[in-house]
């Protein structure tokens, strides 16, 4: 064997080390790549999960909007008509009440109207102030030595 073989040789031993080497490190790399892959496929999974719960819910509440909706409707239509109703018992309440007061009130004759003479009294004026609190500020009591208008003073 001569040298030129055994350089080959070793050149070709370096050579299959360098790809196992890579090919080592690319199995390592497709590996985190799968498992990766597996979990995005997991995640994208869930997700999916998820968006049919969050469909079912809109259905769902959509379905209690629409019951809502029409149990209010058919409230409001027989609160308008109790209102209805009640107006029309109320008019006929007032017109009857009025029937009745016209029937018991009769107008005085005209010579006891004549008569009548409205007088409005005359204010008594007193020298004193016009404010009932000046009168308890300086009017003292008597037996507890306070003034009245202080509420919660001394005794």
Same mark, same amino acid.
């Given at each position: 064997?001569?040298?030129?073989?055994?350089?080959?040789?070793?050149?070709?031993?370096?050579?299959?080390?360098?790809?196992?080497?890579?090919?080592?490190?690319?199995?390592?790399?497709?590996?985190?790549?799968?498992?990766?892959?597996?979990?995005?496929? %997991?995640?994208?999974?869930?997700?999916?999960? &998820?968006?049919?719960? $969050?469909?079912?819910?809109? &259905?769902?509440?959509?379905?209690?909007?629409?019951?809502?909706?029409?149990?209010?409707?058919?409230?409001?239509?027989?609160?308008?008509?109790? $209102?209805? %109703?009640?107006?029309?018992?109320?008019?006929?309440?007032?017109?009857?009440?009025?029937?009745?007061?016209?029937?018991?009130?009769?107008?005085?004759? $005209?010579?006891?109207?004549?008569?009548?003479?409205?007088?409005?009294?005359?204010?008594?004026?007193?020298? %004193?102030?016009?404010?009932?609190?000046?009168?308890?500020?300086?009017?003292?009591?008597?037996?507890?030595?306070?003034?009245?208008?202080?509420?919660?003073?001394?005794?």
């Amino acid at each position: 064997m001569s040298f030129a073989v055994i350089g080959l040789n070793l050149l070709l031993v370096v050579l299959l080390v360098a790809a196992l080497a890579f090919g080592w490190r690319l199995e390592r790399r497709l590996k985190a790549l799968r498992d990766s892959h597996d979990g995005f496929a %997991r995640a994208v999974a869930d997700l999916d999960a &998820a968006a049919a719960r $969050a469909e079912q819910g809109l &259905a769902d509440l959509r379905a209690a909007t629409d019951e809502a909706a029409d149990s209010l409707a058919g409230r409001i239509e027989t609160a308008k008509a109790l $209102a209805a %109703r009640l107006d029309q018992g109320v008019t006929a309440s007032s017109t009857r009440i009025a029937d009745d007061v016209e029937r018991v009130v009769q107008p005085a004759p $005209a010579p006891v109207r004549e008569r009548m003479v409205f007088t409005r009294p005359e204010p008594a004026v007193t020298p %004193r102030s016009k404010a009932r609190v000046d009168d308890d500020l300086f009017d003292p009591d008597p037996e507890a030595g306070r003034l009245r208008a202080i509420s919660g003073g001394r005794r």
